[in-house]
């Protein structure tokens, strides 16, 4: 009680500050202006040193940080890993039981959140290849499977997830059911795969081999390798050149006039949904309209 009643005393009085007309008040207000726009000097001979010792200071700190906490805490959760595995700063956050494979030199370059479900399997398995590379907030929600291949480079804030959090059925839903079995689904990301920040990879995904995921999309369904996707649901905005020795897998290019939408191996259209704008990447050529 006495401590609403404090609060709403000094609520008062800055009201009464703020709008009051009084000398005082107008003072108050001219000082708390002046206050606000106060600045110290800054020489260069001054502030440069200052600089230079505060970077120095940190590179320390956060060097010991990885070398002495993150890294050795991520390979104590791994069944296996391999040669030149690195971190950021971060420890990496995982719940739950279950494989994690690392392969030679993965890096993960911030925050990692991974989470093992135990209803599905004994032992979900997370499998990340070599020289793949995991940006800030990369997320998987691990139900039976989640593999990435090698040479995988993965944007900030991207989720990975082979089981949806709740059952479809609404029924099931409102009893407080798990998903059914039958939607815990292998989530597949071939070599050599570049996904976007902020892309969300749904369950049963498969990307193929040299792919491009615009950011932000919505994947579910099979990409096929060597394309461009984008938007939500994720649909083929161009295509790109597989490097010699790969040419078996180069898409086939949109009929003259056509839309580069999906085909139907590839990810589903949603009803009302809008076409995605067009990504530029190198090699890819664009589709006509």
């Not at 291949?149 to 029924?171: I, K, L, M, N, W």
Request: one cysteine or more.
């Amino acid at each position: 009680m006495r401590t609403r009643c404090t609060m709403t005393r000094a609520s008062s009085f800055r009201h009464w500050a703020a709008n009051s007309p009084h000398p005082v008040a107008r003072l108050i207000r001219a000082v708390h202006g002046r206050l606000r726009h106060f600045t110290l000097p800054a020489p260069r001979l001054l502030v440069r040193p200052y600089l230079w010792i505060f970077l120095a200071v940190r590179g320390v700190i956060f060097f010991l940080r990885r070398v002495l906490m993150a890294e050795p805490l991520l390979k104590a959760y791994c069944t296996r890993f391999g040669r030149g595995v690195t971190t950021g700063i971060y420890v990496p956050w995982v719940v739950g039981r279950g494989d994690l494979m690392l392969g030679n030199y993965v890096h993960v370059s911030g925050k990692l959140s991974i989470i093992f479900a135990a209803r599905f399997v004994e032992r979900p398995k997370l499998t990340i290849g070599d020289y793949t590379d995991l940006a800030h907030e990369t997320s998987f929600v691990v139900g039976r499977e989640i593999r990435l291949g090698s040479h995988v480079q993965v944007g900030g804030s991207v989720s990975f997830r082979d089981a949806g959090g709740h059952p479809t059925d609404p029924e099931q839903r409102k009893a407080g059911a798990p998903p059914d079995e039958s939607e815990v689904k292998p989530v597949i990301v071939h070599d050599n795969v570049w996904i976007g920040a902020g892309t969300m990879v749904l369950p049963g995904t498969e990307i193929g081999e040299g792919s491009i995921v615009a950011a932000r999309s919505m994947v579910s369904g099979t990409v096929a390798p060597y394309t461009v996707v984008a938007g939500n649901p994720a649909r083929r905005i161009g295509i790109l050149t597989p490097p010699p020795g790969r040419e078996h897998l180069a898409p086939k290019a949109p009929p003259l006039g056509g839309h580069a939408t999906a085909r139907s191996a590839d990810v589903p259209a949603a009803a009302g949904s809008q076409p995605a704008a067009p990504a530029t990447a190198a090699g890819a050529r664009t589709a006509q309209k």
